[in-house]
């Protein structure tokens, strides 16, 4: 099964988010734009993985909750990967703090020794708002995405990581939490 493992969203901040592709999609710009449902913070991406696995993932993912406490992230700003030039995504940004940067550290550490591999690119939180499927309207959005370059989009509180499983289906993907895990409720984090 395709799965990965994230941070999942509160529905006032898939709403407001909503709201920011709403005004964007005014833009004309042929952008398959991602379900507000379906918005997430990947933390990693597994790939396709053997249902035998689950309990050493969720092993994995407990030992690290259990050194953090809950905390907040502010979704703020937007861009492009890879960039504005030659935009393919459209995301909206994760100011936090440091414990979800030790956080993603710590899952991507302890999956190595399972045998995924370890991301080759620096972590860049984010979430994926769409991607471009040509360039149509590409200097509008770019121009309407400039004027929220430093908006807030709400403070989240984060208390678990879910492990999600993705099937692909030609309306687009559909998650399922497969497990979720809490963060440790009293005591100091570690990453602080």
């Given at each position: 099964?395709?799965?990965?493992?994230?941070?999942?969203?509160?529905?006032?901040?898939?709403?407001?988010?909503?709201?920011?592709?709403?005004?964007?999609?005014?833009?004309?710009?042929?952008?398959?734009?991602?379900?507000?449902?379906?918005?997430?913070?990947?933390?990693?991406?597994?790939g396709n993985i053997e249902e035998k696995v689950i309990g050493t993932l969720v092993q994995v993912m407990r030992g690290t909750c259990n050194k953090y406490?809950?905390?907040?992230?502010?979704?703020?700003?937007?861009?492009?990967?890879?960039?504005?030039?030659?935009?393919?995504?459209?995301?909206?940004?994760?100011?936090?703090?440091?414990?979800?940067?030790?956080?993603?550290?710590?899952?991507?550490?302890?999956?190595?020794?399972?045998?995924?591999?370890?991301?080759?690119?620096?972590?860049?939180?984010?979430?994926?708002?769409?991607?471009?499927?040509?360039?149509?309207?590409?200097?509008?959005?770019?121009?309407?995405?400039?004027?929220?370059?430093?908006?807030?989009?709400?403070?989240?509180?984060?208390?678990?990581?879910?492990?999600?499983?993705?099937?692909?289906?030609?309306?687009?993907?559909?998650?399922?939490?497969?497990?979720?895990?809490?963060?440790?409720?009293?005591?100091?984090?570690?990453?602080?």
């Amino acid at each position: 099964m395709r799965s990965f493992i994230a941070i999942e969203l509160p529905d006032t901040a898939k709403s407001a988010l909503a709201e920011l592709q709403r005004e964007l999609k005014k833009t004309g710009a042929d952008i398959r734009w991602v379900k507000p449902d379906n918005l997430h913070l990947t933390l990693k991406f597994l790939g396709n993985i053997e249902e035998k696995v689950i309990g050493t993932l969720v092993q994995v993912m407990r030992g690290t909750c259990n050194k953090y406490t809950p905390f907040n992230l502010e979704i703020k700003g937007m861009g492009f990967f890879p960039n504005v030039r030659s935009p393919r995504i459209i995301w909206v940004g994760i100011n936090g703090n440091t414990a979800m940067t030790g956080i993603q550290s710590e899952i991507d550490s302890g999956l190595s020794s399972l045998g995924f591999e370890r991301e080759k690119r620096n972590y860049a939180p984010h979430l994926t708002l769409g991607r471009f499927r040509t360039s149509q309207g590409k200097r509008l959005i770019t121009e309407a995405v400039e004027q929220f370059s430093n908006r807030s989009f709400g403070v989240i509180g984060v208390e678990s990581l879910s492990l999600m499983r993705s099937d692909l289906h030609q309306a687009g993907a559909r998650y399922t939490k497969i497990a979720e895990i809490s963060l440790r409720e009293t005591g100091p984090e570690s990453a602080r």
